[in-house]
């Protein structure tokens, strides 16, 4: 298999690369051929970063190709991981953030189109990860929609964490957790709707059941504390959560494309919107609970959220929504609006 990491010399490829090299996500009978893309600036130390990759002497890593051309770099890909953008720098509007990585994304889109696999499934992990997912699949016209995701598997690992926590249970045993809407502070974390605690004997036990009586913790603390993980992460380390983040990465890769997820389960992915499911604006990518089989997912339908969920996810849809006017706009003044390929 042909893998693309971009921004591979970054924190989160650092993390990332080893877990992809050495069979962790496409397991030990798949040979993969890693296309590494990085800016100029970032050349040097991918080059070092390919010496320990080759020194891992890993059985499951092929080749190594390190390059600043997009077209090099996703030529005949099978799955790619988008994680080089533009970092939100102290002060930054949101907005200016996704100036700069609308036309980052846009180029990312452009060369999938030309040279990818038809069939290629790609993971937008750089922020703001939703509307660079969506940026990207504009683009292309050979490749599905359904083959593009935005990551809040971080978000959704945090989440059963804290949980966990709370009920001093393994996290193993916490299922079906939701992550709604953008991987931003504007998502929803939502334990109860359909999470439920999964006893080593099989037996389930609906988390609403065993968290009604506190929310108070499920609407301030724990919301909090999943939304601003991130925040957090970055004043205790001085460093973003790369580990967390690149973990978070294989874990959706390899539910998406390699295990499926059990029966019953569903994982969270920002996927595209094309049906309106829960009454989310069709067409925004969107993170809903979302069942893997076969290389494909399916969003669980039929899902009971309660009045305080659904403002929640109102909330998110308006921010997502003001996130695409803005990129569509920068496209559109970039003279690429006419250009883009999906409506
Ligand atoms: P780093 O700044 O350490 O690495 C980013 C790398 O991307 C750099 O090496 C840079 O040279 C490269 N890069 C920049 N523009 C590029 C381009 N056009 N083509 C190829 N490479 C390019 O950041 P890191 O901590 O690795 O984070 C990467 C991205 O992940 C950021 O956008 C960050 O906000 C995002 N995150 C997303 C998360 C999620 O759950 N979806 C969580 C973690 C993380 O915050």
């Known amino acids: 298999?042909?893998?693309?990491?971009?921004?591979?010399?970054?924190?989160?490829?650092?993390?990332?690369?080893?877990?992809?090299?050495?069979?962790?996500?496409?397991?030990?009978?798949?040979?993969?051929?890693?296309?590494l893309l990085e800016i100029p600036q970032g050349l040097a130390m991918l080059e070092g970063v390919k010496m320990e990759l080759?020194?891992?002497?890993?059985?499951?890593?092929?080749?190594?190709?390190?390059?600043?051309?997009?077209?090099?770099?996703?030529?005949?890909?099978?799955?790619?991981?988008?994680v080089g953008g533009f970092p939100r720098r102290p002060g930054m509007l949101r907005k200016d953030l996704i100036q700069i990585n609308t036309k980052i994304f846009l180029s990312m889109g452009q060369a999938i189109e030309a040279v990818a696999s038809n069939n290629i499934k790609v993971l937008v992990v750089a922020n703001p990860a939703n509307t660079n997912a969506l940026v990207t699949l504009k683009q292309c016209t050979r490749v599905p929609s359904k083959n593009f995701c935005a990551m809040t598997r971080?978000?959704?690992?945090?989440?059963?964490?804290?949980?966990?926590?709370?009920?001093?249970?393994?996290?193993?045993?916490?299922?079906?957790?939701?992550?709604?809407?953008?991987?931003?502070?504007?998502?929803?974390?939502?334990?109860?709707?359909?999470?439920?605690?999964?006893?080593?004997?099989?037996?389930?036990?609906?988390l609403s059941s065993l968290l009604n009586?506190?929310?108070?913790?499920?609407?301030?603390?724990?919301l909090t504390t999943v939304q601003q993980r991130g925040k957090a992460v970055m004043e205790a380390r001085g460093k973003s959560s790369a580990l967390s983040a690149a973990n978070a990465a294989a874990d959706c890769v390899r539910t998406w494309l390699v295990t499926g997820t059990k029966p019953g389960e569903t994982v969270a992915m920002a996927v595209y919107n094309e049906e309106g499911h829960y009454g989310v604006t069709k067409g925004l990518m969107f993170s809903f609970p979302c069942e893997c089989k076969d290389g494909d997912w399916v969003v669980k339908t039929g899902l009971n959220v309660n009045e305080f969920g659904q403002e929640k996810i109102k909330a998110s849809e308006a921010e997502l929504l003001s996130e695409r006017d803005a990129a569509m706009e920068i496209l559109n003044n970039n003279g690429s609006g006419s250009s883009t390929k999906k409506e």
């Open 154 to 206: 971080l978000d959704y690992n945090r989440a059963s964490a804290q949980v966990a926590l709370k009920l001093g249970t393994s996290v193993k045993n916490i299922k079906n957790v939701i992550i709604w809407g953008n991987h931003s502070a504007s998502q929803y974390p939502d334990p109860t709707t359909d999470g439920y605690v999964e006893a080593n004997d099989g037996t389930k036990t609906p």
């Open 54 to 82: 080759l020194d891992c002497a890993y059985d499951t890593l092929n080749n190594i190709v390190c390059t600043t051309d997009p077209l090099v770099a996703f030529k005949d890909a099978d799955v790619a991981f988008l």
């Open 213 to 222: 009586e506190d929310d108070e913790w499920l609407r301030n603390e724990f």
């Open 1 to 35: 298999m042909t893998i693309v990491i971009t921004g591979a010399a970054g924190q989160i490829g650092y993390s990332l690369l080893p877990m992809v090299a050495s069979g962790e996500v496409f397991g030990p009978n798949t040979m993969v051929n890693l296309h």
